[in-house]
């Protein structure tokens, strides 16, 4: 079983950064995929980020957004630069058992593990 907890959400201003982490337990971290997602209220969640074979951004994060991992710290983050209010959302941390490359944005039900989420909130 796999535990993830995110850290690092909070308010900022528009323009501002964050940058989250996720730190994983249980398993071996450096053989799995970690995505990123966020739900902002009244909508779905939609995918950002994933970092596995390769990395692979959704359009929200494109240009703005980074994905990184510390397998020596069990832990995947995510830089955010530029932000802008509609980035206002609860960020989710999610894990798959395994190694993949992604050509596609990868779907929530790609990810077995998941965190409880982390409150972004950005004002303009």
């Known amino acids: 079983q796999v535990q993830l907890v995110e850290s690092g959400g909070g308010s900022v201003q528009a323009g501002g950064s964050l940058r989250l982490s996720c730190a994983a337990s249980?398993?071996?971290?450096?053989?799995?995929?970690m995505g990123w997602f966020r739900q902002a209220p009244g909508k779905e969640r939609e995918f950002v980020a994933a970092?596995?074979?390769?990395?692979y951004y959704g359009d929200p994060a494109k240009g703005r957004f980074t994905v990184s991992r510390d397998n020596a710290k069990n832990t995947v983050y995510l830089q955010m630069n530029s932000l802008k209010p509609e980035d206002t959302a609860v960020y989710y941390c999610?894990?798959?058992?395994?190694?993949?490359?992604?050509?596609?944005?990868?779907?929530?039900?790609?990810?077995?593990?998941w965190g409880q989420g982390t409150q972004v909130t950005v004002s303009s």
């Open positions: 970092i596995a074979g390769n990395i």
């Open positions: 249980g398993g071996t971290f450096s053989r799995y995929s």
């Open positions: 999610a894990a798959r058992g395994r190694s993949s490359y992604y050509v596609t944005a990868p779907g929530q039900t790609d990810f077995a593990f």
